[in-house]
Every structure is written in structure tokens, then in C-alpha cells.
């Protein structure tokens, strides 16, 4: 199975997996996305799920990244410490078959008091550089359930922050008294703004989480605007942490438009310029960049 005759990107996280044939020539040429993360794959399946893509999407080799890497996943990549470049992935690649599926490494970031790690991330970003997307040194704010702050330099990641803000909103809107509250979808209008404006300015987030509910009782907010106010609220402080981290004159939000574009209309309220930039796009630019360095 020759990696030059074509090849399946597959991103394969906790909950969703997406996958991609890639022609000889580079270019996507079907995909497929479905619910089918990690965490649906029974133990001993993961074997038969590899299967199920290949059906799909052809007899091509695969190469992985995300959280089928993980201690939870397939077979576990260990981390490759910052910082990292494409070769340094490419190095510490664990083949699940031997010349026919690869597992792409996770990256760790460890200093005197703190510690971090990534799965995913990291080829979207290696790959945006390599694709020229990006500047080999710039500040990248990848937005997720896991939000990344990730400082690239010389085009290698020299060092990330995790923030938990999209899990945070999904704990609140599912098991929290303000879930009755977070049913509608946050959008980018003025509540939302409102939110990020005061999270900016206020370090006091579980403080100001309560005042939602407080604010709707006491008809001092509308109950349709506490979603886009609550996710507001809840980027503006992780904007306090990401822009502390490594302030510059630009910041690059990459990944999915839906999420790109609220983290961005926060940006530009704190003054800060933002671009965004596809993340499917530069995941498919880091496996080709990969499979070049190992075909």
C-alpha cells in the first residue's frame, strides 16, 4: 500500500471523527464525518472501525491524529515535547500497521509550574505554517472544547495554555441552574458583547456567572440573550488569559467558522486585530506536510 498512490487524513477525537481521501496530487477528493469518536469504539473495535473508513473512503493507508492517540484511544502515541516541529511528529509517528495506519504524537508543554498537552491541534497548526497559511512566528488562538493558546516561533510550537472554556459552557448548559437559561445559540450581537466586555474587566468568573440568572429574575437582561451574554462572558476571560500569555499585534483564530467567529468578534472588542483561518484546511496542509517527510 503505497502512500503516493493516495492516502485517508482522518482527525479522530473524543466524540466525532472526520476523515478525508487524498489524491495523488494532494487534493481532497471525499470525505466523511460522523459520531463515531473514540469513545463510541468498544474495546478490541478499533480495528473494525479503521475497516468501516477504508469501506468508505477506499483501500488507502491512513494516517491519525487526536485523540485516537490518547490512553483511551487505539494504541497510545506518547507526547513529543515542545518545542516541536513537523519533523519531530513525523519522528515519533506509532504505526497501529505497519506501513499501512499511523498515529500522529500529541504534544506537551512543560514548564516549573505548569504542565499542558494537545492532541490535534498541533498538525493544524505545523500545517498552516508549512502551507505558508500562517507566519513561522505568531500567537494562534484554536478555539474548541478545549480552547488553545499556542505560541509558534521559527515554525515550531514553543509553547501552549489550555483553557476549559467550551466544556465550561457545556457543563452550564446541560447540569447547571443557569440551563434553562443557555438552550439558544450564542451569537455575536450585542449581549455577546456585552459578555465579553465584562468578562475582560472582571477576574471574578464564578461571581459573574451566578449574576446571569440574577440579571434575567430581576429583569435587568432578556432570558432569549443569556446564552450569547454567558458565552460572552466566558471568552472575554479566556481572552485574559490567551492575550497575557503572548500579546502581538495579530492573532490568528483557526478551526472550525462557528467557533472562529465568535472568538474573533471578542478580539476585535478588546482592541486586539484577528484573522481567521479554516482548520480543516490546515489539518489536510499537516498530514500532506507528514506524509511528505515519510513517503
Not at 100 to 116: E, F, K, Q
Not at 181 to 188: C, D, S, V
Request: proline share 5%.
Amino acid at each position: 500500500m503505497r502512500w503516493a498512490e493516495g492516502y485517508i487524513a482522518v482527525d479522530w477525537g473524543t466524540t466525532n471523527r472526520r476523515a478525508y481521501r487524498v489524491d495523488p496530487g494532494g487534493q481532497c477528493v471525499a470525505e466523511m464525518e460522523d459520531d463515531q469518536g473514540i469513545l463510541a469504539v468498544a474495546p478490541g473495535g478499533f480495528p473494525a472501525a479503521v475497516a468501516q473508513i477504508r469501506e468508505r473512503l477506499g483501500n488507502h493507508p491512513l494516517l491519525m491524529a487526536g485523540m485516537i492517540g490518547s490512553n483511551r484511544g487505539w494504541i497510545e502515541a506518547p507526547y513529543a515535547p515542545c518545542p516541536a516541529g513537523l519533523d519531530d511528529l513525523a519522528a515519533r509517528l506509532i504505526w497501529a500497521e505497519e506501513g499501512r495506519a499511523a498515529i500522529v504524537p500529541g504534544l506537551s508543554h512543560l514548564t516549573d509550574d505548569s504542565a499542558d498537552v494537545m492532541r490535534g491541534e498541533e498538525v493544524q497548526i505545523l500545517g498552516a505554517v508549512a502551507a505558508g497559511i500562517v507566519p513561522p512566528d505568531c500567537l494562534i488562538c484554536h478555539p474548541g472544547t478545549h480552547n488553545k493558546w499556542i505560541e509558534v516561533a521559527g515554525g515550531r510550537i514553543i509553547g501552549f495554555r489550555t483553557v476549559m472554556t467550551g466544556e465550561m459552557f457545556n457543563l452550564l448548559r446541560e447540569h447547571s441552574i443557569l440551563a434553562d437559561l443557555l438552550a439558544l445559540p450564542a451569537t455575536t450581537g450585542e449581549a455577546f458583547h456585552d459578555g465579553v466586555r465584562r468578562g475582560l474587566a472582571h477576574d471574578g468568573l464564578t461571581a459573574e456567572l451566578f449574576s446571569v440568572r440574577a440579571r434575567v429574575l430581576l429583569d435587568r437582561a432578556k432570558r432569549e440573550d443569556a446564552a450569547s451574554y454567558t458565552s460572552g462572558l466566558l471568552i472575554g476571560a479566556d481572552l485574559r488569559v490567551g492575550l497575557r500569555t503572548a500579546p502581538e499585534a495579530e492573532v490568528i483564530v483557526m478551526g472550525r467558522p462557528e467557533l472562529t467567529s465568535l472568538y474573533a468578534a471578542a478580539l476585535t472588542e478588546a482592541g486586539q486585530d484577528a484573522r481567521e483561518v479554516d482548520g480543516e484546511k490546515a489539518f489536510l496542509a499537516g498530514v500532506r506536510a507528514i506524509v511528505e517527510l515519510i513517503a
